[in-house]
């Protein structure tokens, strides 16, 4: 094989050796992070899309008709349903991403309030509230 044929197969395994190492070290800090918070699983909204796409579709038809609240009600019951218990806080898949939903006052005052500072502004919301 030529040099110069292989240097693009070189910057190829070198920037997924590169992903993989973030995508470890970020994981192994969340998983150390959530041991030390003494956190416990969140449930997962099941879901026959393995994309997750359908979640992201709900939401707008759901906004769209002014129902965004029923729907946030009736996925809560569904895991709740699934889970035994009262779920207030689940995720949803939407493509590579997990999303959290959350309607538990101690949480959403500790995203507000109290614990602002710790977590991140991701991609999403940053998009969407940069402006404001």
């Known amino acids: 094989m030529r040099p110069i ?32 918070l003494g956190c416990k699983p969140t449930p997962v909204l099941p879901s026959t899309d393995p994309l997750g796409i359908r979640n992201i579709l709900d939401v ?3 906004a769209s008709k002014g129902k965004l609240l029923d729907l946030i009600t009736r996925r809560q019951d569904i895991v709740s349903q ?28 500790a995203l507000l309030a109290t614990q602002f500072s710790d977590f991140e502004l991701g991609p999403v919301r940053f998009g969407t509230f940069s402006g404001l």
């Open 82 to 109: 699934r889970e035994g218990r009262t779920v207030l806080t689940y995720q949803l898949q939407f493509l590579r991403n997990w999303w959290y939903v959350t309607t538990d006052p101690k949480n959403v005052q």
């Open 5 to 36: 044929l292989s240097l693009p197969i070189w910057a190829l395994v070198a920037f997924v050796l590169y992903k993989l190492i973030i995508f470890i070290n970020t994981r192994r800090r969340y998983a150390l992070l959530l041991d030390k």
């Open 60 to 62: 707008f038809d759901a």
